[in-house]
């Protein structure tokens, strides 16, 4: 994520993660402080971004069924 972002958004370095799988990679940060979570898919055709709000195990089983389709 670009600093500039992760400011805004305002996630700490150590939450930001990064995986590829096949054709796409994804992105994605969580702020404790609003309760949300951003993902971003990147693939070949267009950019996504989806935006998990609720506690941080929410974000993560989002994240999680993302990557496992």
Known sequence: MAIKQREAFDIP???????SLD???ILGGYSETHGLGHIYI???AAIHHI???GKDARYKQVA???RER
């Open 13 to 19: 370095d150590h939450a930001v993660y990064k995986d």
């Open 23 to 25: 054709s796409f990679d």
């Open 42 to 44: 990147f693939d070949r």
């Open 51 to 53: 935006v998990v709000k």
């Open 64 to 66: 999680r069924s993302i």
